[in-house]
């Protein structure tokens, strides 16, 4: 899975500290060595799109499984996020709107996604769901483009036309 027209060097930056340090000791030469290196829960790729930034994370709940949200800051169409799955021989929206490309004769599953504005307010910020869905009828099949419905290059949109929040 890759970004289509994003930022090939975005600020890349580490989010919520874990406690404890990695160290690496690879091959006999201490100079390649690396050590106290701090780890985080989420990872982001600020501006991977003007406006919109993405951040990684594992969710304890299913672990082993990589989450992402893309950030989209008010005002910014989040149309211009587009997903491409190389190799995807048929891509399908399943009963529960999760996407299920398959590839080499396996299913991989990427769930409905979540879409919501946040609240900035200080005290009791809260999220106001919006719909959002793949859209398979947005491109061909073998160009797959995340209403988050889609094929092999995924667009993502929203339901609701308004940005004047932050949307995650």
């Known amino acids: 899975m890759r970004l289509v027209g994003a930022n090939p060097s975005p ?8 406690p ?8 006999m030469d201490p100079g390649k060595w690396r050590t106290n290196i701090s780890t985080f829960a989420k990872v982001s ?65 990427l769930h409905k996604p979540l879409v919501y504005e946040q609240d900035k307010k200080k005290s009791n910020p809260r999220r106001h769901n919006i719909d ?11 160009t797959p483009r995340p209403h988050v419905r889609g094929g092999t290059t995924l667009p993502w949109t929203k339901a609701d ?6 949307i995650l």
């Open 132 to 142: 959002g869905s793949y859209r398979p009828d947005a491109c061909p099949v073998h």
């Open 20 to 27: 404890g340090k990695s160290n690496y000791f690879l091959g």
């Open 45 to 109: 790729y600020e501006e991977i799109y003007p406006g919109i930034s993405l951040v990684y994370y594992g969710n304890p709940a299913k672990p082993g499984e990589l989450e992402y949200d893309f950030v989209v800051a008010p005002g910014i169409d989040p149309k211009a996020i587009k997903l491409a799955i190389q190799g995807a021989r048929k891509v399908t929206v399943d009963a529960r709107d999760d996407l299920v490309p398959q590839l080499d004769g396996q299913e991989i599953r």
């Open 11 to 18: 600020r890349v930056k580490g989010l919520q500290e874990l």
């Open 161 to 166: 036309s308004t940005f004047g929040k932050d």
